[in-house]
């Protein structure tokens, strides 16, 4: 498959989440945003939190307005109360929780390497992306696991898969972590009804952010280490969430499903890329008597303060921590 990936509306009808409920974190904006439209459009009823509440109203009122029954609950998915104060909230509103989709996750785009990074960077990580998924996933899984039933997703990364050269040790840190917390919780409850996947996207543009990628050249240059020779969609990954959410899924537990076009298949790099993704081939970094072995372009050694673009900010401490 070349080119963009073309969504169809078909695909989304294979899904029907009628009568279920599903709680997804992080849900104000990114993947989470879409996920909980993808999830009302198939029919579900909605718990939504993140810490923006005005962005989150919004992407409610979207929901609602596709029929789904929404409870909105902000919050810190780092704070045990917080956590337990949207669990409750949202049974008291809609009675039951079907699925948890764990997508709140925060990164430092600041491009540190690991004997520079800080601790406090490192845990405030951590705290989001593992011990946060984590409180959920407990909390939303004894509630599951009384019912006899649930489905849980957690969303990871192919940096998990491995080290790269980005510089992201604390979000490689709790990915990795969180990966294996898939396999174990999915084990764990494998025999009483409860099911434990994950979904490790690999670069997955939006329509934000394609046009600075492709204005830099880094499409090209992650899309020529890409096997399908492309970046992802969101609605690619939306689809494998809603896939293992789903009872089509109902005997698979304890998987971490790479949506990455065979970049962890290939290892992630493909040395030789065809002619027509050759670029600037005029001064190769990387000298060879292959051409054109894809050098390590201009910009990403120019650039000192990380790539843009890719994570999400870490956000503003609150004043009263």
Same mark, same amino acid.
């Given at each position: 498959?070349?080119?963009?990936y073309?969504y169809?509306?078909?695909?989304?009808?294979?899904?029907?989440?009628?009568?279920?409920?599903?709680?997804i974190? $992080?849900?104000?904006?990114g993947?989470?945003?879409?996920?909980?439209y993808?999830?009302a459009e198939?029919?579900?009823?909605?718990?939504?939190?993140?810490?923006?509440?005005?962005?989150?109203? %919004?992407?409610g009122?979207?929901?609602?307005?596709?029929?789904?029954?929404?409870?909105?609950?902000?919050?810190?998915?780092?704070?045990?109360?917080?956590?337990?104060?949207?669990?409750q909230?949202?049974?008291?509103q809609?009675?039951?929780?079907?699925?948890?989709?764990?997508?709140?996750?925060i990164?430092d785009?600041? $491009?540190?390497?690991?004997? %520079?990074?800080?601790?406090?960077?490192?845990?405030r990580?951590?705290s989001?992306?593992?011990?946060?998924?984590?409180?959920?996933?407990?909390?939303?899984?004894r509630?599951?696991?009384?019912?006899?039933s649930?489905?849980?997703?957690?969303?990871?990364?192919?940096?998990a898969s491995?080290?790269?050269?980005?510089?992201?040790i604390?979000?490689a840190?709790?990915?990795?972590?969180?990966?294996?917390m898939?396999?174990?919780m999915?084990?764990?409850?494998?025999?009483?009804?409860?099911r434990?996947?994950?979904?490790?996207?690999?670069?997955?543009?939006?329509?934000?952010?394609?046009?600075?990628?492709?204005?830099?050249?880094?499409?090209k240059?992650?899309?020529?280490?890409?096997?399908?020779?492309?970046?992802?969609?969101?609605q690619?990954?939306?689809n494998?969430?809603?896939?293992?959410?789903?009872?089509?899924?109902?005997?698979?537990t304890?998987?971490?499903?790479?949506v990455?076009?065979?970049t962890?298949?290939s290892?992630?790099?493909?040395?030789?890329?065809?002619i027509?993704?050759?670029?600037?081939t005029?001064?190769p970094?990387?000298?060879?008597?292959?051409?054109?072995? %894809?050098?390590?372009?201009?910009w990403?050694?120019?650039l000192?303060?990380?790539i843009p673009?890719?994570?999400?900010?870490?956000?503003?401490?609150?004043?009263?921590?």
């Amino acid at each position: 498959m070349s080119g963009r990936y073309r969504y169809n509306q078909q695909e989304r009808n294979v899904f029907d989440f009628s009568n279920k409920v599903v709680l997804i974190t $992080g849900a104000s904006y990114g993947f989470g945003e879409q996920f909980a439209y993808a999830f009302a459009e198939a029919g579900a009823n909605l718990i939504l939190t993140a810490r923006s509440e005005d962005a989150l109203t %919004q992407v409610g009122k979207a929901c609602e307005a596709k029929g789904a029954s929404v409870c909105i609950v902000p919050g810190d998915v780092s704070n045990e109360a917080d956590v337990n104060a949207v669990i409750q909230a949202g049974l008291q509103q809609l009675g039951k929780i079907d699925v948890l989709i764990n997508n709140a996750g925060i990164a430092d785009p600041r $491009g540190v390497s690991a004997e %520079q990074f800080d601790t406090e960077t490192f845990n405030r990580i951590i705290s989001v992306d593992l011990t946060g998924a984590f409180m959920y996933a407990r909390e939303c899984g004894r509630h599951m696991l009384e019912r006899g039933s649930g489905s849980i997703v957690n969303i990871c990364s192919i940096m998990a898969s491995g080290g790269n050269e980005n510089n992201v040790i604390g979000y490689a840190a709790a990915k990795g972590g969180l990966v294996n917390m898939t396999y174990q919780m999915g084990t764990e409850w494998a025999d009483r009804g409860v099911r434990v996947n994950a979904v490790s996207p690999g670069f997955v543009v939006t329509e934000m952010t394609r046009p600075m990628l492709e204005a830099m050249g880094m499409d090209k240059w992650i899309s020529s280490r890409t096997p399908m020779r492309r970046l992802g969609e969101v609605q690619e990954v939306t689809n494998a969430v809603m896939f293992l959410a789903s009872d089509l899924a109902s005997y698979i537990t304890g998987v971490d499903l790479l949506v990455d076009g065979g970049t962890n298949a290939s290892h992630g790099t493909f040395q030789m890329p065809p002619i027509h993704h050759a670029w600037n081939t005029d001064r190769p970094m990387v000298p060879s008597p292959y051409v054109p072995v %894809q050098p390590r372009p201009d910009w990403y050694q120019a650039l000192e303060g990380g790539i843009p673009g890719i994570h999400y900010p870490l956000p503003e401490p609150d004043q009263n921590d």
